[in-house]
């Protein structure tokens, strides 16, 4: 189950990486210094502090340049190889199932690098039609609506497999109480 539910954490984090590389890496950095992600063996130096400065400054960087009319079309030449490695380590980080190591990452290059790669093209399309239909000015628009994507896609990566586990928990409990009082209600024969 916890194996699941890190492919899908790690799946949803990796989609995040189509909007913005560095946003997703630094939330599982941070996700897995607090202890709230599992990472997968070999991976732990993600929650490591350089990893977190180093992720943490190249976040703010890629956020301030996307601002910036003109460097957004190059930096989208250079994010789309970025946020399909970006969301395959993501992917092969938080999935901690034993499996080869070939499989994992044959793995999560097919599900983080594949959702980070749709959503990166996403983007790339929208910025494009937005540089050709307003000369680059619309394209502050479409960076804000990228970033307040990758923030709540981000978000809900993170806490909807909790609720998820939650809600199977509750329907457990829900089901096993219906049982006794079924058991409880039916008289007995003696």
Same mark, same amino acid.
């Given at each position: 189950?916890?194996?699941?539910?890190g492919?899908g954490? +790690?799946?949803?984090?990796? @989609?995040?990486?189509?909007? &913005?590389?560095?946003?997703?890496?630094?939330?599982?950095?941070?996700g897995?210094?607090?202890g709230?992600?599992?990472?997968?063996?070999? =991976?732990?130096? !993600?929650?490591?502090?350089?990893?977190?400065?180093?992720?943490f400054?190249?976040?703010?960087?890629?956020?301030?340049a =996307? =601002?910036?009319?003109?460097?957004?079309? @190059?930096l989208? @030449?250079?994010?789309?190889?970025?946020? !399909?490695?970006a969301?395959?380590?993501?992917?092969?980080?938080?999935?901690? /199932?034993?499996?080869?190591t070939?499989?994992?990452?044959?793995?999560?290059?097919?599900?983080?690098? +594949?959702? @980070?790669g749709?959503?990166?093209? +996403?983007?790339?399309? %929208? &910025? %494009?039609?937005?540089?050709?239909?307003?000369?680059?000015?619309?394209?502050f628009?479409v960076?804000t609506?990228?970033?307040?994507? /990758? !923030?709540?896609?981000?978000?809900?990566?993170? $806490?909807?497999?909790?609720?998820?586990? +939650? $809600?199977?928990?509750?329907? $457990?409990?829900?089901?096993?109480? &219906? $049982?006794?009082?079924? &058991?409880?209600?039916?008289?007995?024969?003696?």
């Amino acid at each position: 189950m916890e194996g699941l539910l890190g492919l899908g954490m +790690g799946i949803g984090l990796s @989609a995040c990486c189509g909007f &913005r590389v560095f946003l997703p890496l630094l939330a599982l950095s941070i996700g897995a210094k607090w202890g709230h992600i599992p990472l997968a063996q070999s =991976y732990e130096w !993600i929650a490591s502090w350089p990893a977190l400065l180093a992720l943490f400054t190249a976040t703010v960087c890629e956020i301030l340049a =996307y =601002y910036i009319p003109w460097i957004d079309h @190059a930096l989208d @030449a250079l994010m789309s190889p970025l946020s !399909i490695l970006a969301g395959t380590l993501i992917t092969v980080s938080t999935f901690t /199932a034993d499996l080869p190591t070939t499989q994992k990452w044959i793995l999560a290059l097919m599900t983080g690098g +594949g959702a @980070a790669g749709v959503i990166q093209t +996403g983007t790339v399309l %929208a &910025r %494009a039609t937005s540089g050709a239909t307003t000369l680059g000015l619309g394209n502050f628009l479409v960076s804000t609506l990228e970033l307040l994507s /990758a !923030i709540f896609g981000v978000f809900l990566s993170l $806490f909807i497999p909790l609720l998820i586990v +939650g $809600f199977v928990l509750f329907l $457990f409990l829900f089901l096993i109480f &219906r $049982f006794f009082q079924k &058991r409880k209600s039916t008289p007995s024969l003696s």
